[in-house]
């Protein structure tokens, strides 16, 4: 059965925890650049983003060491109390930038420690993780939705102190949640080890599964040049031809398609997990395209759906053959290591999206995020190891780590 106390506890955090994640940038974009400016939103964003992908390998090792609840509850109390001051600041006054910062860094470094457990969590409180996967994709779109108009509304009736406050409260009750949870306790003993050979321990695991680090390398190239490009661009795009409300119904669109994406993979299991993924993959080639061609509002819409649902389909595969092939006991140093390099091209891509359209028009810069996609869908079907994994058939991975190709 799925819905046990503790998937049913997990699943509560996680979704909270999402929401408090999703109203981030929204309250500063609002709240603080009514303050500081442009400028002071993309400093407390890019601190934020800078400690999450220089440290979550940390995070990848101490969740092995001490456990990825531990963490994911530390994490969460820090969070608490970042936000938590922010709230006060703006209750009581103008926040100095200063302090704005400090907080956003420290709640970043508490991002790159609980990230890595989010993965190691689910075959603690699952006995399908393929369906608790899709689960939580599912309350992921819900709060992708949900919690950027929650936090706008919030600041537009009550203020930027008000959001803050909401925020830290999502992050208490994940904390609260995670803490009540009684995973199974860990059956392998771990020997003393210094952090660095815990650092490259897990780097010997990641580099020694091809069909793991050519997926990594596939997808920082498709967030440097596809997914990362399209979040500012298509803003730009829609919003100047068919005005800000046209892209906002896409991006409900994309969250819809995420969630029909997420119900489709907790019903189809298919017997090579990342070769189904990157088939589905193909639907996303509408979401740059539509945009690139300047499709009327339905069109862009139903391009959207589809590109939702098939990213989430891929998403679900990976996690779960993720969390079933790799074995436990490092099972959170290589989630770090795959979700730096994720993040990583995504932020690259987002990054460098200005500056590349000084040069080259955002349309065309579209017209090639489509093309990469269909690049990076035929290397997945090609590279053998990823076309032919097989997903696990008895449950989580609990054996010993050995070097996998």
Request: with cysteine; hydrophobic share 55%; net charge positive.
């Amino acid at each position: 059965m799925l819905w046990n106390r503790d998937f049913s506890l997990y699943c509560s955090a996680r979704t909270v925890s999402l929401l408090g994640d999703a109203m981030l940038p929204v309250a500063a974009a609002l709240a603080v650049g009514g303050v500081y400016g442009v400028a002071g939103v993309g400093y407390v964003l890019a601190i934020w983003t800078g400690p999450f992908v220089l440290l979550i390998v940390f995070g990848g090792v101490f969740s092995d060491r001490v456990g990825a609840r531990t963490m994911m509850i530390g994490s969460d109390a820090v969070r608490t109390v970042t936000q938590g001051v922010v709230a006060i600041a703006f209750f009581t006054g103008t926040p100095p930038l200063w302090l704005l910062l400090v907080c956003s860094a420290l709640s970043g470094t508490a991002a790159a420690m609980f990230q890595p457990g989010v993965n190691g969590m689910v075959p603690l409180v699952a006995t399908d993780p393929q369906r608790a996967n899709g689960v939580l994709k599912i309350a992921d779109a819900v709060t992708q939705l949900g919690g950027p108009v929650l936090a706008g509304v919030l600041v537009v009736a009550a203020g930027a102190g008000p959001v803050y406050a909401v925020d830290a409260g999502t992050f208490l009750i994940s904390g609260v949640c995670l803490a009540l949870i009684r995973p199974a306790p860990a059956t392998t003993a771990r020997a003393a080890a210094t952090l660095l050979r815990d650092l490259r321990r897990g780097w010997t695991e990641f580099r020694a599964r091809t069909w793991m680090w050519s997926v990594i390398l596939l997808w920082m190239g498709f967030g440097l040049c596809a997914f990362g490009p399209y979040i500012p661009l298509a803003s730009q795009l829609i919003s100047a031809r068919l005005g800000a409300e046209a892209y906002g119904w896409t991006i409900a669109a994309l969250g819809t398609g995420t969630m029909l994406g997420g119900f489709v993979a907790i019903r189809f299991r298919a017997e090579h997990p990342l070769a189904a993924g990157a088939v589905a993959l193909i639907g996303f080639v509408a979401v740059p395209l539509t945009v690139a061609l300047a499709a009327p509002l339905p069109i862009l819409i139903a391009g959207h759906i589809t590109g939702g649902a098939a990213i989430a389909f891929w998403s679900v595969q990976w996690a779960t053959s993720v969390q079933t092939l790799v074995p436990a006991d490092v099972l959170n140093r290589v989630t770090a290591y795959e979700v730096a390099g994720s993040v990583s091209g995504i932020a690259a891509g987002q990054a460098l999206a200005g500056p590349v359209t000084a040069v080259i028009a955002p349309r065309d810069v579209l017209l090639a995020a489509a093309a990469v996609t269909v690049a990076v869908i035929a290397a997945l079907l090609i590279i053998r190891p990823t076309r032919t994994l097989r997903r696990r058939q008895d449950g989580p991975a609990a054996q010993p780590s050995m070097a996998v190709r």
